[in-house]
């Protein structure tokens, strides 16, 4: 009988978070302004053959990589960030190999490791949910092949100093370490938030993720960016796919990057909608983590099931956390438009009352 591997076969089924879309969907950290016009102007345009005809990626590397101010060759486009850790894991990752990270942070770290048959490391980060760099050194062994650290984190919405980050960067130079800057233009303009993308000159074992998903409003069309010494991304290319990258993504990737007001006005109204909720999360005496993000986690005690049912049925959706390592209680909440966070606010007293909290 044909089985699986079996590290596969004990693998735990990952289930799509989507449980519905009806309402406002503030569950899983997805653009509620959308793509640029420009964008959208650019996909209504698309012909036959933009469709018919396999993609060029590197044409899209080479925009990237002007965008970034790094060289093509530094440059690989995937299928999202999902893609981008996915190939540099199994570069780097085998049996018996230490994937190491701090929790809690996000989900598809350990997934993949699993998968790959490393050792998963984990560091628990204490109540402030900071990067725990002390206990992180203290961790790396020589067996010690990737570590993985979102920079700012997701569910926590903090960021770590570059300091911090080139510290463990540095004491690992016979591992894969990535820094996964997602959310990064959520808080580029912040004196604590800065990116290690000029730091990969020196530092021929660092890596920097960023996706097209959030600040640009694509997840959609899955356009993820990985970044790294030239020489490490020779090997990278080896194993990715080579049409990985669709042609409709490519052919949006262009007017994406040109259109920077739309995503500094989409970044801007994200910073205000974040101050909102902070401010009502103050006034309900719930605790709440400082983000440089587009969410807000914050920690509703026991009754974070009840406040997550009780805000669907005011049509909003939200995140339950709870199961994430550290964040009994707590909820992930997406920040909405400016039309849409007034509706918010209101559910979250709502429900907030009607649970009893």
């Known amino acids: ?6 590290i596969i076969a004990g693998l735990s089924p990952y289930h799509s978070p989507i449980v519905s879309r009806d309402g406002i969907s503030l569950d899983l950290n997805e653009s509620m302004a959308g793509c640029s016009p420009r964008v959208l102007k650019r996909l209504q345009s698309l012909s036959a053959a933009d469709v018919a005809l396999y993609p060029r990626r590197e044409a899209g590397e080479q925009l990237v990589a002007d965008f970034l101010r790094v060289a093509p060759e530094q440059v690989l486009l995937t299928n999202g960030m999902d893609e981008a850790l996915a190939v540099l894991f199994a570069a780097y990752l085998g049996e018996g190999d230490e994937l190491l990270f701090a929790d809690p942070t996000f989900v598809m770290y350990p997934m993949l490791g699993a998968a790959l048959g490393a050792r998963v490391v984990r560091v628990q980060s204490g109540e402030d949910m900071a990067l ?17 650290i979102a920079n700012p984190n997701n569910p926590t919405g903090l960021a770590a100093s570059r300091a911090d980050l080139l510290k463990i960067v540095e004491a690992a130079p016979d591992a894969a370490v990535v820094i996964d800057e997602a959310y990064f233009e959520f808080c580029a303009a912040s004196l604590t938030c800065k990116t290690v993308l000029g730091d990969l000159g020196e530092h021929p074992n660092l890596f920097v993720g960023r996706t097209f998903s959030k600040a640009y409003g694509l997840a959609g069309i899955r356009l993820g960016v990985l970044t790294g010494a030239a020489k490490q991304m020779e090997y990278l290319r080896r194993l990715c796919l080579p049409f990985n990258v669709n042609s409709v993504a490519l052919a949006c990737l262009k007017e994406a990057l040109a259109d920077r007001a739309f995503v500094s006005e989409h970044v801007a109204q994200v910073k205000r909608g974040r101050e909102r909720l902070e401010r009502l999360f103050d006034e309900l005496g719930l605790r709440y983590w400082p983000s440089q993000t587009n969410f807000v986690l914050v920690r509703i005690e026991e009754n974070s099931k009840a406040f997550v049912g009780a805000m669907r049925r005011r049509g909003v959706l939200v995140r339950d956390s709870s199961s994430n390592p550290g964040c009994g209680g707590c909820v992930r ?19 907030v009352t009607e649970i009893g909290r």
Not at 133 to 146: K, M, Q
Not at 339 to 344: G, I, T, Y
């Open 132 to 148: 725990p760099v002390a206990e992180l050194l203290a961790r790396i062994t020589p067996r010690t092949r990737v570590i993985a």
């Open 1 to 6: 009988m044909l089985k699986p591997r079996a």
């Open 333 to 351: 909440v997406t920040v909405g438009t400016a039309k849409q966070m007034d509706e918010v606010l209101a559910a979250i007293r709502e429900a």
